[in-house]
């Protein structure tokens, strides 16, 4: 499908830049192409493919321009907005039996005239009017729920997470950069109580733990990986690159791009 007025836009709440999803949100591209990875699957998002992003997933995305171009379609389901959708609207809510962080739709004939629709709305300041917000949301969530019944369950889940596996969790996300009360978030605990907790499983703090992991990742993947620095702080969860010198070479007794440059 082209859409040929509407080059990016978005409608509904801002979202936020973060390594995970704070709102549900469809995506639609339509030039360019985006990479993720959530700890544990990869995602290919394609121009013309639109999917749903689910909230508190942790993600971490690349995207690709074509001809110096990145342009796409969000609308954001809040939970705000979810909640006065079910107010009006009935549904049976289930425990989701998905865990993929991107729930792909296939493409049909209601969502692509949905989002032809959207071009008499656009107001060429990459916004659609706010008088139609809400309706021209509800009108997606409607077609999404008939095009698969089974976002019933995504959508309106509104619950937080459960209490799980502090030591399996940490292992597998310790690359992401987030705060230490958002790792006690996802992990279904109190700031006090993840602290406790953590010291508990490593005999050490969040703060030290963290640090010497993501310093060990980022030797083995130049080391091993024959990557660049430059491409590995990021990866492992630092911010900044001298800071992230900084540490490795405190840590290590060499720089990184002495430890690249040796091997």
């Known amino acids: 499908m082209k859409v040929n007025n509407i080059q990016s836009c ?25 990479k993720a990875y959530d700890g544990e699957k990869s995602y290919s998002i394609q121009p013309g493919e639109y999917c749903i992003a689910r909230k508190n997933h942790l993600v ?15 609308i954001t389901l ?12 009935v549904y049976e809510v289930k425990p989701s039996a998905s865990g993929d962080s991107y729930i792909f739709i296939p493409e ?11 071009e008499p709305y656009y107001t060429g300041d990459l916004d659609i009017s706010a008088d139609f917000a809400d309706i021209k949301r509800e009108e997606l969530v409607m077609i999404l729920l008939r095009s698969n019944p ?3 369950d995504i959508l309106f889940n509104f619950s937080v997470p459960d209490k799980i596996n502090l030591k399996e969790y940490m292992n597998k996300n ?8 958002k790792f006690a978030f996802f992990t279904g605990r109190s700031l ?10 490593f005999g050490t703090t ?4 963290l640090k010497k992991k993501r310093l060990q990742e980022a030797y083995f993947q130049i080391a091993e990986q024959s990557k660049r620095p430059g491409e590995v702080y990021l990866e492992v969860g630092f911010e900044d690159l001298s800071h992230f010198s900084f540490a490795f070479k405190k840590e290590f007794g060499k720089t990184p791009n002495e430890v690249a440059n040796k091997f």
């Open 206 to 209: 969040p703060g030290i733990w």
């Open 174 to 181: 310790f690359r992401f950069n987030l705060s230490l009360e």
């Open 108 to 118: 049909n004939n209601l969502i692509n005239n949905f989002i032809t629709s959207l």
């Open 60 to 74: 971490r995305y690349t995207k690709y321009k074509d001809n110096d171009a990145f342009e796409k379609i969000i």
């Open 10 to 34: 978005h409608l509904g709440p801002e979202i936020s830049p973060e390594n995970y999803i704070t709102e549900n949100y469809f995506l639609y591209l339509l030039k360019g192409t985006m």
């Open 150 to 152: 089974d976002l019933v």
């Open 78 to 89: 809040d939970e705000a907005f979810l909640r006065r959708f079910l107010e009006r609207h």
């Open 192 to 201: 006090s109580t993840f602290k406790r907790d953590f010291q508990r499983a």
